[in-house]
């Protein structure tokens, strides 16, 4: 069975930092692309950043130059580095995998930036 754990949120001050991880139970992680949404209250789940299993990576335009989506492939890890946060990023943030024709999610990080 494949679980995704998340780590790493909290509370934060405008301008901070955060870094979230997403760890997966499986091996050969390293060639799924990983996703990472978030939804604040009221609002839809939105796609934050994606890396591919080649390392590509892309980004929504709000969070494009302070956010890092990256991987540890030896840790079946995907990260997200956030910087200069702002309180619009409050949100609870998910990690996604698509394996064998199957979304799987982390159980959501509360990541909540006070103005």
């Known amino acids: 069975q494949v679980q995704l754990v998340e780590s790493g949120g909290g509370l934060v001050q405008t301008g901070g930092s955060l870094r979230l991880s997403c760890a997966a139970s499986?091996?050969?992680?390293?060639?799924?692309?990983v996703a990472w949404y978030r939804q604040a209250p009221g609002n839809q789940r939105e796609l934050v950043a994606v890396?591919?299993?080649?390392?590509?990576?892309n980004y929504a335009d709000s969070v494009l130059g302070r956010f890092t989506i990256s991987r540890d492939n030896a840790k079946n890890t995907v990260y997200l580095q956030m910087n200069s946060l702002k309180p619009e990023d409050t949100a609870v943030y998910y990690c996604?995998?698509?394996?064998?024709?199957?979304?799987?999610w982390g159980q959501g990080s509360q990541v909540t930036v006070s103005s």
């Open positions: 890396i591919t299993s080649a390392g590509a990576t």
């Open positions: 499986i091996r050969l992680f390293s060639i799924y692309s």
């Open positions: 996604n995998a698509h394996i064998t024709g199957v979304d799987y």
